[in-house]
């Protein structure tokens, strides 16, 4: 791992050895014959499904303000009881796994915040499943799959293993694990055991859960656009960490930054960032853009917090200027190299 220098702090690098088990046990899933999400039996499994049960009940038994709690918990008794008769029964399956983990982020969620409203997804099937309670069992989940079955969720589903979701117990990594999975088609999902505060918002495990949906839904996307060069978009990510890694700090922070903004926050744009034509883009169009989101969105004001102050100074938007002229300059020297390649 490139980006594990001696100015990274012990819980950074214990984020990024997270994710990059993460990938390795989805690149060891691709390798598989024949495996599919619902039929085939994932031993690895087990022990993060009972971690994830054990520390979700912790947490929701601190859940001592709200009145259906202890009706919660009874009911998360039932959902121990499915997770173990799939252990024993060697049917730990990919997609029910998942499944579970999207159930298990309903049922750690106050009644009366179970809501989408500004939190992503207000679809059909996310909103019968609530309406109706039929997220307590997997079956009444795949029947709502059936009546709905061109969700964005299911087709995240459908697309294992090259497109790997993977829950991660009160996972907001920051900037630079984000940035080292960038383009891997392994997605955290967050499944928190409380409330907490992301992205300049407080979200119970539901909300966070469909707000990561959301973001691996649009980065999928962004993937597949039919004009994108995956090939020479991975080569311009690995090329571009290579030299992250021996920038001084300020300057790092700023294109780790700026790069996440870009790749995590609007993937959409990342056809630009890989074109020849990177300067006169990122003058024209995505800088000022991304300035413009900047003041008004509440996703990008949110990350001012993760930076270091002492690396802001006292001026943000001369930050964020500096950094978007260090972005392009980088960007087109690799560009160009990739091009004379």
Same mark, same amino acid.
């Given at each position: ?47 993060? #499904? ?5 520390? #979700? ?60 409203? $500004? ?16 997220? =307590?069992?997997?079956?009444? =989940? @795949? +029947? ?5 079955? @061109? ?19 009160? $996972?907001?990594?920051? %900037? ?14 967050? %499944? ?17 859960? $469909? ?16 004009? %994108? ?35 995590? @926050? ?12 990177? $300067?006169?883009?990122?003058?024209? +169009? ?7 989101? %900047? ?47």
């Amino acid at each position: 791992m490139a980006l594990l220098n001696q100015g990274m702090d012990s819980v950074l690098i214990q984020r990024i050895h997270a994710l990059h088990s993460a990938v390795d046990l989805a690149t060891h899933w691709r390798k598989q014959k024949a495996i599919t999400a619902d039929q085939t039996h994932l031993p690895r499994l087990k022990g993060p #499904l009972k971690n994830t049960l054990k520390t #979700l009940e912790r947490g929701m038994k601190a859940q001592i303000d709200f009145s259906d709690t202890p009706k919660r918990l009874q009911l998360l008794q039932r959902f121990k009881k499915e997770a173990h008769l799939r252990i024993r029964t060697n049917r730990l399956t990919y997609r029910w796994w998942i499944l579970f983990n999207f159930r298990l982020a309903i049922l750690a969620t106050p009644r009366e915040y179970r809501r989408f409203k $500004g939190y992503h997804f207000p679809e059909p099937f996310f909103m019968s499943l609530l309406e109706s309670g039929d997220w =307590v069992t997997h079956e009444g =989940v @795949e +029947r709502a799959h059936n009546v709905y079955p @061109e969700n964005a969720f299911d087709h995240l589903l459908r697309q294992f293993p090259k497109v790997v979701l993977t829950p991660v117990l009160d $996972g907001e990594f920051g %900037l630079i694990p984000s940035n080292q999975i960038a383009l891997t088609r392994v997605y955290p999902l967050g %499944l928190n055991t409380h409330q907490m505060h992301v992205d300049t918002r407080m979200m119970y495990p539901l909300h966070f859960f $469909g707000h990561d949906i959301t973001h691996a839904v649009v980065r999928e996307k962004a993937l597949n656009l039919p004009e %994108l060069s995956l090939s020479h978009v991975q080569a311009f990510h690995e090329r571009f960490l290579q030299e992250l890694s021996k920038l001084p700090a300020r300057k790092r922070i700023q294109l780790e930054y700026y790069y996440f903004l870009i790749t995590h @926050e609007r993937p959409l744009l990342f056809l630009d960032v890989v074109s020849i034509r990177t $300067g006169w883009l990122f003058e024209t +169009r995505i800088h000022p853009y991304l300035k413009d989101r %900047l003041q008004e969105d509440r996703d990008f004001n949110g990350w001012r917090g993760v930076l270091p102050s002492r690396l802001i100074a006292s001026n943000f938007d001369t930050f964020f200027d500096e950094a978007g002229r260090a972005f392009v300059d980088l960007a087109s020297k690799i560009n160009q190299t990739l091009i004379q390649e």
